[in-house]
């Protein structure tokens, strides 16, 4: 009889065990969707007071739940799978249609999309058209127009993607986009208010921590830090975090609509903001007509001359259509509500 409920309790021994490493298993699995990293919940203080951010001002407290991110933005490699798999054609890949651009002469409705085409010598900082074409030709498999292609490129970040290219590819993954609060939080890395996602030094050590724009902009790169377009994903240290290139490489789209004051209408209801989303709907008074989003992280065109919001606090902001050969994503991931890993 003993010996009968020893045996049992063996038996009962055995199968706990082998439920406990399926629920090993199955919390493995849930916790580590493959190549993204958990972003664990917080507050942190959002914006900055850089004088030439005026639209990232003031300092304002922001709370975010706990997220999945992409460790690294989507690269050309996971876009090609995702292309194969769906046959989807981006934006820039698809001939203008005359509705929607009246006026517009047939010979001009091509498709393409905007490359940066530095000019020979120095040129005024007074208008970006100076260093910006569009390109025919121009799409995420031919990064610089119809003589260039992906060769060497899969871990490169893909770029030339619209915000509908960015949305299809998340659906498609089961993933969505991040808010710019989102975005800003898992940049900082944990870092309260620092200059930069790594600290407060630009070279600590004489170590490039990111890919910027070294050099005199827009006509001469000296690609100190390696790097004169796209470098491949991860070629930088992580943040606290463990994300890459959450600074320079290419912008990247979050959900956000942009206005210039959302940040000041926050901060004036005297309350922590929670997971904010964003205004419902664009305003940029710069061009007043045109709907635009959040893009955050900054470029390998980013420099103090013209653009230094690859800094963590920066701001830019796109034309839904309109992508360019330093314009990416990467993606994010809730949990189910009620469900909190590592917290
Ligand atoms: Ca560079
Ligand atoms: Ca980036």
């Known amino acids: 009889m003993r010996d009968a409920r020893v045996s049992a309790m063996r038996g009962v021994t055995a199968v706990a065990l082998v439920l ?22 917080g507050t942190f203080w959002m914006g900055s007071d850089e ?14 739940d706990g997220f999945w991110m992409d460790r690294t933005e989507v690269t050309n490699a996971q876009f090609a799978a995702f292309v194969k798999a769906t046959g989807y054609v981006t934006i820039a890949e698809r001939k203008p249609r005359p509705e929607d651009f009246p006026g517009a002469p047939p010979e001009n409705l091509v498709a393409g999309s905007v490359v940066f085409t530095p000019p020979a010598g ?9 260093w910006w074409s569009y390109v025919e030709g121009a799409n995420w498999r031919h ?3 119809p003589g260039s292609d992906l060769a060497g490129k899969d871990q490169h970040p893909v770029v030339h993607i619209a915000y509908a ?9 089961g993933k ?21 996602v790594w600290g407060e030094e630009f070279q600590p050590g004489g170590r490039f921590m990111a890919n910027t724009f070294q050099g005199h ?12 377009t796209t470098a491949p994903v991860g070629s930088f240290l992580p943040n606290g975090y463990g994300l890459v290139d959450m600074a320079g490489n290419v912008w990247e789209w979050t959900s956000d609509w942009y206005q210039p004051d959302y940040y000041t209408a926050l901060a004036a209801t005297g309350k922590v903001a ?24 900054g470029s390998f065109l980013c420099n103090d001359q013209y653009c230094s919001r690859y800094c963590p606090g920066g701001r830019g902001k796109g034309e839904l259509d309109t992508g360019t050969n330093h314009l990416g994503f990467r993606c994010v991931k809730s949990e189910p509500t009620g469900s909190n890993p590592k917290e």
């Not at 290219?165 to 993954?173: H, I, K, M, N, T």
């Open 122 to 130: 120095p040129v005024p900082l007074d208008s970006h058209y100076r």
């Open 274 to 297: 929670r997971n904010p989303q964003g205004p419902g709907s664009s305003f940029d008074p710069s061009e007043p007509g045109v709907a635009k989003r959040v893009h955050r992280g």
């Open 20 to 41: 406990s490493f399926a629920g090993v298993a199955a919390a493995q699995s849930a916790t580590a969707p493959a190549g993204m990293v958990w972003v664990p919940g």
């Open 217 to 228: 902009f827009p006509d001469t790169n000296t690609a100190e830090d390696g790097y004169v």
């Open 143 to 145: 990064p610089t127009g």
């Open 176 to 196: 969505r986009l991040p808010t710019e609060a989102e975005f800003e939080y898992a940049a900082r890395g944990g870092l309260d208010r620092a200059r930069y």
């Open 165 to 173: 290219d960015a949305l299809a590819y998340c659906r498609w993954a």
């Open 51 to 64: 004088p030439e951010f005026p639209d990232a001002r003031p300092w304002h407290e922001v709370q975010v």
